[in-house]
């Protein structure tokens, strides 16, 4: 299993990726806000969701598994 981790702390805006949808490497999967400006996080890998592990509106600190891939 691969994991999407946050790259920084913030709360979660919107979801791009759902469980069982196929990401590629490099594709927004989750938006974080912090500090009123919108960032975007990528997949590193490709793969397929195996679940998602926010919701949106949920506070999130760096290092924290956002989704994981089969």
């Not at 938006?31 to 195996?50: D, R, T, Y």
């Amino acid at each position: 299993m691969k994991e999407i981790i946050s790259s920084m702390a913030g709360t979660v805006l919107n979801i791009m990726a759902g469980s069982g949808e196929n990401v590629s490497a490099g594709q927004e999967v989750i938006m974080l806000e912090s500090m009123k400006m919108e960032i975007p996080i990528e997949s590193q890998f490709g793969g397929k969701v195996a679940e998602v592990k926010v919701n949106i509106g949920d506070f999130v600190n760096e290092g924290d598994v956002l989704i994981v891939l089969e």
